[in-house]
């Protein structure tokens, strides 16, 4: 009979135990993100300072917020003067619903793993270095209402896989190197001309009269 209590005891302790383990995993693996994206930026004054990889969350860093659950909900490191590049890392952030790194001078191409952010709310890229296409992958971001790539060095056409996404209020990729054609199906039918203005683009779409991709 001892045993057998002492064999309930442990299992019940293991499971207590495993409980409270659980949510501090999940929030490491989001910390262990941001200290990876962290590696590749170049912080030339310091904002990062206090992303420390050794606490067991990241709730406690500036320019991060976080929910009752300890989960990562917001990234606010606009016009923060950081370069570099960004990471797949970042499509971790499960629970990330504003992702605000403007006004920078961040370059490469911007990782398809952020259409993984499937609780996004907000996206503010513009004002950097950005290169190469924007990922079709962002047509899976069916909560986001604002995507602001403006002011960066983005090529190619407009996704038309984008035009799925409904709840887009706010969309503006003007003062880039994109071609094609504008589309003309969903949201897109209400963002002004300004939101495309000063790239190569041939004007909106004409179903059935030119290809897609004309002028690319």
């Known amino acids: ?7 309930l005891s442990l299992i019940s302790f293991s499971l207590t135990f495993l409980f409270f383990l659980s949510p501090a995993l999940s929030t490491n693996s989001e910390g262990n993100a941001l200290h990876a994206l962290r590696s590749r930026l170049n912080d030339a004054t310091n904002v990062l300072q206090s992303w420390d990889p050794t606490l067991v969350n990241p709730c406690t860093w500036f320019h991060v917020t976080c929910d009752a659950d300890n989960h990562v ?3 606010d490191l606009g016009n923060s003067n950081i370069s570099g590049s960004l990471g797949p890392e970042l499509g971790q952030l499960k629970h990330l619903q504003y992702l605000e790194l403007y006004r920078n001078d961040i370059g490469g191409k911007i990782p398809k793993e952020l259409g993984n952010l499937k609780n996004l709310v907000s996206m503010d890229l513009y004002g950097n270095r950005f290169e190469g296409r924007i990922p079709k992958s962002f047509s899976k971001l069916k909560s986001l209402r604002f ?21 887009l209020k706010v969309f503006d990729v003007s003062n880039n ?8 199906d969903g949201p897109f ?9 000063n790239n190569k683009l041939s004007g909106p779409e004409l179903q059935g009269l030119v290809p897609y991709d004309f002028g690319c």
């Open 147 to 167: 995507l602001r790539l403006n002011n960066n060095k983005l090529s190619g056409s407009i996704p038309r896989e984008l035009t799925a996404l409904s709840n």
């Open 73 to 75: 909900i917001r990234l």
């Open 189 to 197: 039918s209400t963002f002004s001309m300004e939101s495309f203005e």
């Open 1 to 7: 009979m001892v045993s057998s209590s002492c064999s």
């Open 177 to 184: 190197d994109l071609c094609g054609t504008i589309p003309v």
